[in-house]
């Protein structure tokens, strides 16, 4: 399973964009590149899911260049309660086979 | 529909004792997987479960076991706790084979050894 890379934190505030950028230069022609967030306290909680260029939801998007070395979770207009953890999985598959790999994931402290 | 149910929630074992983890799911997934989480760090793969009867090892399997007899239930067995295995341990189930879709995740077991 591809290793991947992410900044360990960022700040923001109220309203802005938010883009946290990964890497994954080991990822394999079958891997899906997954987000999850997590709350204290709480187990991750599924964000987007994509293999190529770009996907969009009802809370977040994500970017994926032709390479796919990397991606970039954007987060549009972020609240207070935007502040959590986020992680970046690579894994074989679409559903990872259940074996999924965290690595120290991004803390987003959002800011009034 | 509950999703991924997990008991305990809070658990104190003392050193050498052994007890075991509940996570139930109700969404027929074919897939089921157990993390620990230490305090600052991400989850850990322990064992994960592609289908009853199928279980295999993850990161960090030494001193736990898994069986999956059922595709609704994989429980997580500490053989001898020691202090090293306090941590919070989630469970998660996805659907299959072939299939895009997310995990998703118990609320999770705050476990002490003491």
């Known amino acids: 399973l591809a290793k991947t890379t992410q900044p360990i934190s960022m700040d923001s505030y109220e309203g802005q964009e938010v883009n946290i950028t990964c890497s994954h230069n080991n990822i394999a022609t079958n891997d899906y590149i997954t987000w999850y967030q997590q709350f204290p306290s709480q187990g991750p909680r599924f964000i987007i899911q994509?293999?190529?260029t770009k996907v969009t939801n009802e809370v977040a998007s994500l970017f994926i260049p032709a390479d796919r070395k990397s991606s970039t979770l954007s987060l549009p207009r972020v609240s207070l309660s935007d502040t959590a953890v986020y992680y970046c999985l690579v894994g074989d598959g679409p559903s990872n086979t259940g074996k999924l790999i965290f690595g120290q994931g991004t803390t987003l402290q959002v800011k009034p | 529909n509950a999703g991924v149910t997990q008991t305990p929630k809070f658990q104190v074992l003392k050193t050498g004792q052994s007890m075991t983890l509940q996570c139930a799911q109700d969404m027929n997934h074919e897939y089921m997987s157990w993390y620990r989480q230490d305090p600052g760090m991400g989850l850990r793969l322990i064992h994960y479960s592609v289908g009853a009867g199928i279980t295999d090892q993850g990161e960090v399997p030494n001193g736990y076991n898994v069986s999956r007899s059922t595709t609704e239930d994989f429980p997580l067995r500490l053989l001898s706790a020691a202090p090293s295995q306090t941590s919070v341990y989630f469970c998660?189930?996805?659907?299959?084979?072939?299939?895009?879709?997310?995990?998703?995740f118990g609320q999770g077991t705050r476990l002490t050894v003491v």
């Open positions: 994509g293999y190529k």
């Open positions: 998660a189930s996805s659907g299959g084979q072939g299939v895009v879709t997310e995990a998703f």
